[in-house]
């Protein structure tokens, strides 16, 4: 029998690199002599018994001879059960049953009675398969949605190995997906509503202002007061989605396979909340085998809510250091090196002690001194370094809790923060990424404005990241009251929201 070929790939990182597969059957065998080289992992190496009870539960008969199959190239590890449907169909075509050449890319899993099961990656899979050029793309039909965000290649949802089988020997048979729509997403999310929130405008205000500027929020405050009813509404006034932030956060979810069931582009930013229990590989990304990603990268595009900060295991938060400062992570192994990006806004939220009440009037803190500084020993220097927003968040009055109106809405907030992103869109940067180099000319101070920074740095001991997270911040409240100048009220409001850590941790 003739050597035969199908085309699949396998996912590096958040991308895909093309991969052969070859069949060949040898008479004298048996069905018995099964040969699959090419660094297979466990899920591949057992595709053997999947596709020979697909192949008989979908009118095949499974050859009597030895088959050897060779994932190419060999020097690259495969993992997942993606590569069933590509080596069934190779068999299959070694049998004489398809086409004598496959010019379509193919991935999916196997059930014993030949249904094809989704996979995760499928969308840079596609994208994989429009680079090198192949005719279309045969994939489970629950991932059709996803792989057609891809331009330019004709997408085949199947749901089971004989209509793959019958797409091959006679195309005209199935339609293929429609392509999806390359439009920006436009604003839409399920966060809930700011005017919810009674009380809190210093930290509505804080909100908004790492909204506008993309920067990251430490939230600090009794239990019950607010913290985490506030970091839920924060995707309510980011703004929308672009098409290719849509696009590479979808890829990361595809990748993971977190994407929901039939989705196709991601519409909403993402919104992380990872228990304090997680594992650094769970957090960053890493994990047996090949490197997938972490909650970092999940929230790409969105925001990432820490709830309870010293929960988490010191080891795993100082691990934020990189993905703060560079926006990616980097994830290093023998064999390979894998970068994902995670340009996310951070938000965490924590209480000031361990019961919860070390400075409210009104309740009692029945922790000692070395206790409290051993919670938030937890939370290190460097890390608050990059936190540009510090924000006390008290305990709300009854009188604020009746009222019958919650103030500000999302919607409002939103314009504002709209407002001033078109501003740093005009600059070219959004104001938490502006390089060091141009931190003068985009946030100019005037002379009052340089006094304010100049005593804020002496008399808080502020460090070099710290001055520089400063004039990022007053930069942003600038843009959201339409001022080119930075002037001495916006760096004060700035120098505010970066003071509270001295008040615990001083």
């Not at 590509?86 to 086409?99: D, R």
């Not at 210093?202 to 908004?208: H, N, P, S």
């Not at 924000?391 to 709209?418: C, D, K, N, Y």
Request: aromatic share 4%; hydrophobic share 40%; charged share 20%.
């Amino acid at each position: 029998m003739p050597l035969f070929r199908t085309q699949s790939a396998a996912i590096f990182g958040i991308e895909a690199r093309p991969i052969d597969v070859e069949v060949d059957l040898y008479p004298g065998g048996s069905e018995r002599d099964f040969v699959l080289v090419g660094m297979p992992d466990t899920a591949v190496r057992e595709s053997r018994q999947r596709i020979r009870s697909a192949l008989a539960n979908s009118g095949f008969h499974y050859p009597n001879k030895a088959v050897t199959i060779n994932l190419a190239p060999a020097n690259l590890r495969k993992e997942g059960a993606g590569f069933d449907l590509p080596i069934a169909l190779a068999v299959l075509g070694a049998m004489g049953h398809v086409p004598a050449q496959i010019t379509h890319m193919v991935v999916g899993e196997l059930s014993l009675d030949g249904r094809v099961r989704p996979v995760r990656g499928v969308l840079p899979v596609a994208a994989c398969a429009r680079l090198r050029g192949a005719t279309g793309i045969i994939v489970p039909k629950e991932n059709a949605a996803e792989a057609a965000v891809v331009d330019g290649l004709a997408v085949y949802g199947v749901e089971n190995l004989a209509e793959a089988v019958g797409l091959l020997a006679r195309p005209e048979t199935l339609a293929p997906e429609p392509p999806a729509s390359h439009a920006a997403p436009g604003f839409v999310s399920s966060a809930p509503d700011f005017a919810d929130v009674r009380g809190q405008t210093t930290a509505k205000r804080a909100l908004e202002v790492a909204a506008a500027g993309s920067h990251n929020v430490l939230l600090v405050g009794p239990p019950g007061s607010g913290k985490t009813m506030l970091a839920r509404r924060l995707p309510g006034i980011l703004p929308p989605l672009t098409f290719p932030e849509a696009l590479e956060a979808t890829q990361i979810h595809s990748v993971a396979g977190t994407l929901p069931k039939g989705a196709g582009l991601l519409r909403e930013r993402p919104f992380r909340s990872p228990h304090h229990t997680i594992s650094d590989a769970a957090l960053v990304g890493g994990g047996l085998g090949l490197p997938r990603p972490g909650e970092v990268s999940l929230a790409h595009h969105g925001v990432l809510f820490l709830d309870e900060l010293p929960e988490f295991p010191r080891n795993v938060l100082e691990l934020l250091r990189q993905p703060l400062e560079e926006r990616s992570i980097v994830i290093a192994r023998s064999q390979l090196t894998l970068s994902f990006p995670a340009r996310f806004t951070l938000v965490a939220a924590m209480n000031p002690c361990r019961c919860g009440y070390h400075g409210d009037p009104t309740r009692e803190c029945r922790c000692t001194g070395a206790q409290i500084q051993q919670y938030l020993g937890k939370i290190s220097g460097p890390l608050l370094d990059r936190i540009d927003l510090h924000i006390e968040v008290p305990a709300v009055p009854f009188q604020e809790l009746r009222a019958r109106e919650g103030g500000v809405t999302s919607e409002e907030m939103r314009q504002r923060v709209l407002a001033a992103r078109a501003r740093q869109q005009a600059r070219g940067f959004v104001n938490a990424d502006i390089p060091a180099g141009r931190l003068r000319e985009m946030c100019p101070l005037d002379a009052a404005g340089e006094r304010t920074l100049e005593m804020a740095v002496r008399r808080l001991a502020l460090s070099a990241r710290a001055h520089d997270r400063i004039l990022k911040v007053a930069r942003t409240i600038a843009d959201l009251s339409a001022q080119d100048q930075v002037q001495a009220k916006h760096v004060a409001e700035a120098v505010q929201y970066r003071s509270l850590d001295r008040n615990y941790w001083s």
